[in-house]
């Protein structure tokens, strides 16, 4: 049992370029979310994912998309990078929203975007 | 919009000391709250939760208590270890998990 995992764990982009971010659980979880974590901010929420084939907008989605094609994956999409992207970015999965279930965090993809 | 603010870090205390980590927030209805941790290196773990007014959370040592009147759940432990040393977060959300609203984070810094 795994938890959550996301791939990559570092990544350095140029401007314009594209990426995805993998994020996985193998708890069986329905909920799905992508934060990002900038310093004196705390988290703030991407997107989320009630389910599969679901997604909707968090509290900063411009610049993102994201995809639940499977149950257990949820991939956070860049197309074209930019500086002010630069964070540290965290998925989280849960049973049941919360508070009624705990949300488990993976351990974190450090993006810097020259 | 709903918004949760906390004490500014660093917060440096020797072993055994008490803690306080000062939380309020401004939400509409009736939010749960949270209080997460994380190690250096590490995704947040939620460290405890209350979910209604004058609930009290607690693990490891922490407690918190949502206190409506004064809008906080500031989170307390008798005797602070080294291993404490971390980052905590006060969060809340509504009950649809569709708004989940973090604050900046406190650093923690323990000295044996």
């Known amino acids: 049992n795994a938890g959550v995992t996301q791939t990559p764990k570092f990544r350095v982009l140029k401007t314009g370029q594209s990426m995805t971010l993998l994020c996985a659980q193998d708890?069986?979880?329905?909920?799905m979310y992508w934060y990002r974590q900038d310093p004196g901010m705390g988290l703030r929420l991407i997107h989320y994912?009630?389910?599969?084939?679901?997604?909707a907008k968090g509290e900063v989605p411009d610049g993102y998309n994201v995809s639940r094609l499977k149950k257990q994956n949820f991939l956070l999409g860049l197309e074209s990078a930019a500086p002010s992207q630069t964070s540290v970015y965290f998925c989280?999965?849960?049973?049941?929203?919360?508070?009624?279930?705990?949300?488990?965090f993976g351990p974190g993809t450090r993006l810097t975007v020259l | 919009g709903d918004s949760v603010t906390q004490m500014e870090g660093p917060v440096t205390l020797s072993e055994e000391a008490f803690l306080t980590i000062n939380c309020t927030y401004t939400?509409?209805?009736?939010?749960?709250l949270f209080w997460y941790v994380q190690y250096p290196g590490e995704g947040l773990q939620l460290l405890l939760k209350?979910?209604?007014?004058?609930d009290k959370g607690s693990n490891k040592g922490f407690e918190a208590t949502y206190r409506k009147e004064t809008t906080s759940f500031h989170l307390e432990k008798g005797s602070v270890q080294v291993s404490d040393s971390a980052v905590y977060f006060c969060?809340?959300?509504?009950?649809?998990?569709?708004?989940?609203?973090f604050g900046p984070g406190t650093r923690l810094s323990v000295l044996p």
């Open positions: 989280a999965s849960s049973y049941l929203a919360p508070p009624s279930d705990t949300q488990y």
């Open positions: 708890m069986n979880h329905e909920y």
């Open positions: 994912s009630v389910g599969e084939g679901t997604t």
């Open positions: 939400a509409t209805g009736y939010p749960s």
């Open positions: 209350a979910t209604k007014a004058d």
């Open positions: 969060a809340l959300s509504d009950n649809y998990g569709q708004n989940f609203v």
